[in-house]
């Protein structure tokens, strides 16, 4: 199979690392159109065509077009080559387990309360402020995360066995919490610091986020 070549819209946020992750997993060459959320590039004629939603990430392989952080990191593992050690589901349990995770950590870690900190607390100036709602969700996130915790690797493993699009989320799950100064468990620190030593997750943030390696930061 010939290596997989895309176009990737979107760079600068934990979404668009998502798919610049998986594809340096797979080994997919990516042209990466590096347009920014809240920039005005989104809301050009060029780019509405492309994905109406104006939202970024985008995927484009040849005629197809996908937008969804979770959706194009699912059809990349389906289109590519998949490497030794990446986990893809082979009976309809496995398949349904890697949902489950994609699932939890989009909704109810990611949009009903990561996202909701970042427009209200950390934007107010564009979505206004709203202090109890945002207190709400630290709350809810700690019990969400809570609950899952026993079942994160404590720094030697992966979520399903090997290591997956599962993995790629829930750590930029852990990253965003991080960064929001949010109590974690200490399971799921260690599972970061083990995650994030990945070579590609390195490679993704180099292309990601450009302006913090200007600044010197490492990835």
């Known amino acids: 199979m010939t290596e997989l070549a895309v176009t990737v819209w979107g760079i600068g ?8 992750w998986t594809a340096a997993e797979l080994g997919v060459r990516c042209d990466v159109q590096p347009i920014r959320s809240r920039t ?31 959706a194009i990191m699912a059809y990349l593992t389906r289109v590519s080559p998949v490497p030794p050690g990446f986990f893809v589901p082979q009976c ?23 996202y909701l900190l970042r427009r209200h607390r ?33 720094g030697d493993g992966y979520l399903l066995g090997d290591f997956s699009i599962a993995d790629v989320l829930m750590t930029t799950i852990v990253d965003w919490a991080v960064a929001y100064d949010i109590d974690l468990p200490s ?12 070579p590609a997750y390195e490679a993704a943030y180099r292309v990601n986020y450009p302006e913090r390696l200007d600044n010197g930061k490492t990835a």
């Open 13 to 20: 946020s934990t979404r668009t690392f998502r798919v610049h």
């Open 40 to 70: 005005g590039e989104t809301r050009t004629d060029t780019y509405g065509r492309v994905n109406p939603k104006r939202k970024i990430p985008t995927l484009q392989h040849d005629d197809f077009v996908l937008s969804e952080s979770g």
């Open 92 to 114: 309809a349990r496995a398949q349904a387990r890697l949902d489950e995770w994609m699932s939890f950590a989009s909704m109810e870690l990611d949009a009903h309360t990561l």
């Open 122 to 154: 950390y934007l107010p100036e564009i979505y206004g402020e709203a202090p109890e709602a945002c207190e709400s969700a630290v709350e809810y996130f700690s019990v969400q995360i809570g609950a899952v915790a026993d079942r994160v690797p404590a």
């Open 187 to 198: 399971r799921l620190v260690a599972y970061r610091d083990f995650t994030t030593r990945r």
